[in-house]
């Protein structure tokens, strides 16, 4: 059984950075893309980025472009969000999704439970 599981959230005031991290474990696989999404509080679920398994990055909302940098490492199977200059509205829990479909598919396979960041103003 394949999981994602997502660390490095937390709490952290405006300004401040954060590196999440996604780890495969079970029956891993060379995920053509890991993605990421984030979910406010009463929000529908918004597309951060995606990560192809040479290194192609495709950004979501504006809002993060510039912030934020996916990387991935395809020995380890992991993904990691790097995440700069921190705003209150980037609150939200953070989900990584993979698999091995191509980047623009909308449907992912793979889920993580989520790790939460808080950003305090």
């Known amino acids: 059984q394949v999981q994602l599981v997502e660390s490095g959230g937390g709490l952290v005031q405006a300004g401040g950075s954060l590196r999440l991290s996604c780890a495969s474990s079970?029956?891993?696989?060379?995920?053509?893309?890991m993605g990421w999404f984030r979910q406010a509080l009463g929000k529908e679920r918004e597309f951060v980025g995606v990560i192809s398994r040479s290194g192609v990055a495709i950004y979501g909302a504006d809002s993060v472009k510039g912030r934020f940098t996916i990387s991935r490492d395809n020995a380890k199977n992991m993904a990691f969000l790097q995440m700069n200059s921190l705003k209150p509205e980037d609150t939200a829990i953070y989900y990584c999704?993979?698999?091995?479909?191509?980047?623009?598919?909308?449907?992912?396979?793979?889920w993580g439970q989520g790790t939460q960041v808080t950003v305090s103003s």
């Open positions: 079970g029956r891993t696989f060379n995920w053509n893309r």
């Open positions: 999704a993979a698999d091995a479909r191509s980047l623009g598919t909308a449907r992912y396979d793979y």
